[in-house]
């Protein structure tokens, strides 16, 4: 099949969720025969890149703006897709699902992963969540098929809009190798730091992390990845909040080998988001042999299966720490039980045969 998938920043990954999504589907699925082209922004991706890893690669302009960028580089993705007439196109994001019809009008089957519920999402002014809404509407409306990657965001759709979707949700390796060079350019030593990944926003929660790790009496660390371009005052908060504190260390966006060393080596991976479906940093963890303790929101306590520890508050976070700290055996056990919940349910073949299943589908009709 001639395959498009468009919405992310783009691969290789150097950003999110949705990219690192992107990269291993449509290398995959390239692996097994088919024609994959991906759409790139041209602030992420080198305009002369053309190929990665044998998917396509076409790399677009786009406004560098918080409420723009995306709508922008997915306007011009579709206007180019139409004329390739593709066997079916991918779309991330329910922000781009207003452009759904510019495809399906000349008869090219549209696949829409929504993700989870953007518009609750903090960083989002009252336009900003009304687009979002409208976005969720559209896909229910336009798109050939709407893909969730959560139970609970497939129960949303199916309550709200009275709309069935397929639910394929995020995939992860499964391996752990401790390496002390590998993670020494952080400042840290293998199994010897409490791990927290993600967008440096309010729902995400590193606020709550930091002031419940500035409670436990230990010498771990805590490593604190990631980054947000448009959350400069959120990120100056964090920074005065870990002040004084020299276990917290703040690294910045970190992709690639880095992050996988940085997974595999942690004590304790965190997760404290609040928004969203299946967390593509959850789920890595998990693979990547952590113990777990997890923010207890329904998304959340559906992907970790009861192979993580679950907190509801800043105050049981705290304790949660404290008690791996001083437990070993408990994060050993939690690290069989994450590895064991990944193979069976969230590996990235399986994910692969769930999307082309999917696509083969729709390419028919």
């Not at 908060?237 to 703040?250: K, Q, S």
């Not at 949660?320 to 056990?333: H, P």
Request: hydrophobic share 40%; charged share 25%; glycine share 6%.
């Amino acid at each position: 099949m001639r395959i498009a998938i468009l919405g992310t920043r783009g691969i290789p990954a150097n950003y999110g969720g949705f990219e690192t999504f992107a990269e291993q589907l449509s290398t995959r699925l390239v692996e097994r025969g088919h024609e994959v082209t991906v759409y790139c922004r041209s602030h992420h991706v080198p305009r002369e890149m053309t190929e990665y890893r044998g998917v396509r690669l076409k790399v677009l302009p786009t406004v560098k703006h918080k409420y723009l960028d995306t709508v922008v580089h997915s306007f011009f993705s579709v206007i180019h897709a139409v004329f390739q007439r593709f066997d079916v196109v991918l779309i991330c994001n329910a922000a781009n699902a207003i452009f759904i019809p510019k495809l399906t009008w000349t008869g090219t089957p549209v696949a829409i992963s929504v993700d989870g519920l953007e518009r609750k999402r903090k960083k989002w002014n009252a336009l900003g969540r009304l687009y979002y809404a409208l976005g969720e509407r559209a896909s229910v409306w336009f798109a050939t098929e709407v893909v969730t990657d959560a139970k609970a965001i497939q129960d949303y759709y199916l309550a709200e809009y009275k709309k069935g979707s397929t639910m394929i949700a995020y995939g992860a390796d499964v391996e752990r190798k401790l390496d002390a060079d590998a993670v020494s350019e952080f400042g840290v030593e293998p199994e010897r730091y409490f791990l927290y990944v993600s967008r440096l926003e309010p729902e995400n929660n590193a606020a709550m992390v930091i002031e419940a790790f500035r409670r436990v009496e230990t010498d771990l660390k805590l490593v604190i990845v990631g980054d947000a371009p448009y959350a400069d005052e959120y990120k100056k908060r964090l920074r005065e909040l870990a002040d004084g504190d020299p276990r917290i260390v703040f690294t910045g966006f970190v992709f690639g080998s880095g992050y996988k060393s940085l997974q595999q080596n942690a004590f304790v991976y965190v997760h404290a988001t609040e928004v969203g479906g299946t967390h593509p940093a959850l789920i890595e963890a998990m693979g990547y042999g952590n113990c777990v303790l997890a923010y207890a929101t329904v998304e959340n306590t559906e992907v970790v299966g009861g192979a993580a520890i679950e907190f509801t508050s800043v105050d049981e976070l705290a304790e949660q720490m404290q008690m791996t700290a001083n437990d070993e055996a408990a994060v050993r056990e939690h690290r069989r039980r994450a590895q064991e919940r990944i193979r069976s349910e969230y590996s990235w073949d399986k994910i692969t045969d769930q999307y082309e299943e999917l696509f083969t589908r729709l390419a028919k009709r």
